[in-house]
């Protein structure tokens, strides 16, 4: 929308997780059921009402033409943020909508602003041993006995990890656990732990790795895992499951206009604060250093839950929102 030289992204994913038990749910997850002014469903709150949100309010900014703001305005839809957060969005900011200078991420932030996030690995650590009878233990070696005080020094790493005062505590935590092994009478001979690690300010991959590697010693093997997986046109963007941490200034141009914004879309003044999960700001911010900030309708709570949720009136106050940035955006000299 608009064709001035400063670019701002809205960026908002399309796709989600799964349903899991579906009995567990109160209602159909994609019967897109409102009640009491709520839109009930799968995605509802992460992400699709934010998609629903920008396309709307890129209608009201080309009807408004963009309230004399010199700039265009980019309304993108990503795919496979639950697979891979910002895999998509900095392939559209490298290779389609270079030179962006201004992101905004729908993700839920309960119509408050927000300025970014820990950063997050995923890794494997795995303990080999030697196959045997499981009738006789001690002929052989056991990979998943192996594996037991390292799990246990994980947990205490947890506690001993940094904290900072806006992002929080970094953690790490076991996700997964599973072992090779002939049968269930056999001694197993290879074990594999997989990883959650969460990182805070001045944690890096580098650290991360150096305190696990430190924990398991010479008793197994870290890694770094990997994803390959083909998006649904077929391309593949191998990248390592590193997500790098980021938190934009609070004194920073862009969060000033993203209160602005607030202040004349909701007739208040937004709390400014940080997401809990991770979101495509990991590629936008944390990878290629462009200022991001994030709004969005309902809670993180209701993301992934089978109460997943998006008060509609949230959806109209997102619209009025994103439609009044470009101007505030315009006002603070975030891009120009």
């Given at each position: 929308i608009?064709e001035?030289?400063?670019?701002?992204?809205l960026d908002a994913h399309?796709?989600?997780v799964g349903?899991g038990?579906?009995?567990?749910?109160?209602?159909?997850?994609?019967?897109?059921k409102?009640?009491n002014?709520i839109?009930?469903?799968?995605?509802a709150?992460?992400?699709k009402g934010a998609?629903?949100?920008q396309?709307y309010?890129?209608?009201?900014?080309?009807?408004?033409e963009l309230d004399?703001a010199?700039?265009t305005?980019?309304?993108?839809?990503?795919?496979?943020?639950?697979?891979?957060d910002?895999l998509?969005?900095?392939y559209v900011?490298t290779?389609?909508?270079?030179?962006a200078e201004?992101v905004i991420?729908?993700?839920?932030t309960?119509?408050d602003?927000?300025?970014?996030?820990?950063?997050?690995?995923?890794?494997?650590v795995?303990t080999?041993?030697?196959?045997?009878?499981a009738?006789?233990?001690?002929?052989?070696r056991?990979?998943?006995?192996?594996m037991?005080?390292i799990?246990?020094?994980?947990?205490?790493?947890?506690?001993?990890?940094a904290r900072?005062e806006v992002l929080g505590?970094g953690s790490i935590a076991v996700?997964?656990i599973?072992?090779?092994?002939?049968s269930l009478n056999?001694?197993?001979?290879?074990?594999?732990?997989f990883?959650d690690?969460?990182l805070t300010?001045?944690?890096t991959?580098a650290?991360?790795l150096e305190e696990l590697?430190r924990?398991?010693?010479d008793?197994?093997?870290v890694?770094?895992?990997?994803?390959?997986?083909?998006s649904h046109?077929?391309?593949i963007?191998?990248?390592?499951?590193?997500y790098?941490?980021?938190i934009?200034?609070?004194?920073?141009?862009l969060v000033?206009a993203?209160?602005?914004a607030?202040?004349?879309?909701?007739g208040r003044e937004p709390?400014?604060?940080?997401w809990?999960?991770?979101?495509?700001?990991?590629?936008?911010a944390?990878r290629?250093?462009?200022p991001?900030?994030g709004?969005?309708?309902?809670?993180e709570k209701?993301a992934?839950s089978v109460?997943d949720?998006?008060?509609?009136e949230?959806?109209?106050k997102?619209?009025a929102?994103?439609?009044?940035l470009?101007?505030a955006?315009?006002?603070k000299?975030?891009?120009s």
């Amino acid at each position: 929308i608009g064709e001035g030289d400063a670019k701002i992204v809205l960026d908002a994913h399309m796709d989600t997780v799964g349903v899991g038990d579906r009995s567990a749910w109160p209602h159909d997850p994609f019967e897109g059921k409102v009640e009491n002014g709520i839109v009930f469903g799968r995605g509802a709150s992460d992400n699709k009402g934010a998609v629903a949100a920008q396309v709307y309010a890129g209608r009201m900014m080309a009807e408004r033409e963009l309230d004399g703001a010199g700039a265009t305005v980019y309304v993108v839809g990503t795919v496979m943020e639950e697979d891979c957060d910002g895999l998509a969005l900095q392939y559209v900011l490298t290779e389609i909508l270079t030179g962006a200078e201004a992101v905004i991420l729908g993700e839920c932030t309960d119509l408050d602003v927000y300025r970014g996030h820990r950063g997050r690995m995923e890794l494997v650590v795995t303990t080999r041993g030697e196959s045997a009878h499981a009738s006789a233990p001690e002929r052989g070696r056991n990979a998943v006995t192996a594996m037991a005080p390292i799990i246990l020094e994980i947990d205490a790493l947890n506690q001993r990890l940094a904290r900072h005062e806006v992002l929080g505590k970094g953690s790490i935590a076991v996700s997964k656990i599973d072992c090779e092994t002939a049968s269930l009478n056999a001694i197993p001979d290879r074990c594999r732990v997989f990883i959650d690690r969460r990182l805070t300010e001045g944690e890096t991959r580098a650290s991360a790795l150096e305190e696990l590697e430190r924990v398991v010693g010479d008793k197994g093997v870290v890694e770094v895992l990997a994803y390959a997986e083909p998006s649904h046109t077929g391309l593949i963007r191998e990248t390592e499951k590193y997500y790098p941490t980021w938190i934009l200034d609070e004194d920073h141009p862009l969060v000033a206009a993203g209160t602005e914004a607030g202040v004349i879309a909701l007739g208040r003044e937004p709390r400014v604060g940080r997401w809990t999960f991770s979101t495509n700001g990991v590629a936008s911010a944390g990878r290629l250093g462009i200022p991001t900030i994030g709004f969005g309708p309902s809670e993180e709570k209701w993301a992934h839950s089978v109460l997943d949720q998006c008060p509609v009136e949230h959806l109209v106050k997102s619209i009025a929102y994103y439609a009044a940035l470009p101007a505030a955006i315009a006002s603070k000299g975030v891009a120009s």
